[in-house]
């Protein structure tokens, strides 16, 4: 089960943290990966280090998910590498606290562009590919902080918003490219421990407020969030389209 042998994927912003945790699981269960991300350089270690790892092939690739011509470039390296597209996981994301009165336009507007203009233009460029197959999966990178989870998030309106926005896109997608054979699910993280969490994981009471508020009592890992990208990936998860998969330690559920 959840073989992956033969399959090609796109993972975007996976030079570090949970894409290249999800990259490197892919690879793990047999998926060739592109690599993708805004600093080539470190898209080259994590492709070495996947390659090292797991014998697949891993490709780097410079591509800004905002940049529709960078985007098309991207799934035309996969297609002429790979042969084909199997898998998009659209995980290239930003986040910044901000007091709500002292946010500005242009921070909204870089948040929504980055985290849901760069999931519609991925997910659009890929899907046309994977339509010509009549199979495909779409994976998109939501949060704990999607909104309707019985619990908000003070100082990340932006950030809210556009993962809110992810859902909605992952559920009209799930209905207009299933037909097509295209699957399309979210993953909602819950904390995990990266680059963006640094911070607040740094700060001892913080740490120590979410290890409570979490059941199983450690934080999360970007390969936590790769196992869960396999599953939807894998033809077994052929029925499972148009939802959110919470991965978070049963944080929700506290
Ligand atoms: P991360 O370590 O900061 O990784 C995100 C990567 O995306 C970074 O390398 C970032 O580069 C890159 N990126 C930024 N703008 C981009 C663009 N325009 N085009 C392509 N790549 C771009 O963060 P992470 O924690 O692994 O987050 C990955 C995803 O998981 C994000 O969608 C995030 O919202 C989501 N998530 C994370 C958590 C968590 O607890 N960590 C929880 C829920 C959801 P720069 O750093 O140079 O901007």
Request: hydrophobic share 45%; glycine share 12%; charged share 25%.
């Amino acid at each position: 089960m959840f073989d992956l042998t033969g399959k090609s994927a796109i993972i975007t912003g996976a030079r570090r943290g949970i894409g290249k945790g999800i990259a490197l699981a892919l690879a793990q269960a047999g998926a060739d990966v592109l690599v993708s991300d805004i600093d080539l350089e470190d898209c080259k270690k994590a492709c070495q280090e996947i390659e090292e790892k797991t014998g697949q092939q891993a490709i780097p690739f410079l591509c800004d998910v905002t940049n529709k011509e960078e985007v098309e470039g991207m799934v035309a390296m996969a297609v002429d590498e790979f042969g084909r597209l199997d898998i998009l996981v659209n995980n290239a994301g930003i986040s910044q606290f901000k007091d709500f009165f002292e946010m500005t336009e242009e921070e909204w507007d870089k948040v929504i562009e980055v985290n849901l203009k760069g999931q519609f233009l991925c997910a659009q460029v890929a899907a046309r590919e994977m339509a010509k197959n009549g199979w495909g999966r779409v994976i998109n990178v939501a949060s704990i902080a999607s909104g309707q989870v019985g619990v908000g998030f003070p100082q990340v309106a932006h950030y809210t918003a556009s993962k809110g926005g992810v859902t909605g896109l992952t559920e009209t997608l799930a209905l207009e490219l299933g037909p097509k054979g295209i699957r399309v699910n979210a993953i909602g993280p819950g904390i995990i421990e990266t680059e963006m969490t640094s911070d607040m994981l740094s700060d001892e009471e913080q740490r120590r407020n979410i290890l409570a508020r979490t059941p199983i009592g450690r934080i999360g890992r970007p390969s936590d969030i790769g196992a869960a990208a396999v599953y939807l990936a894998s033809d077994e998860a052929d029925f499972v389209n148009g939802i959110v998969l919470f991965v978070d330690g049963g944080w929700l559920a506290g």
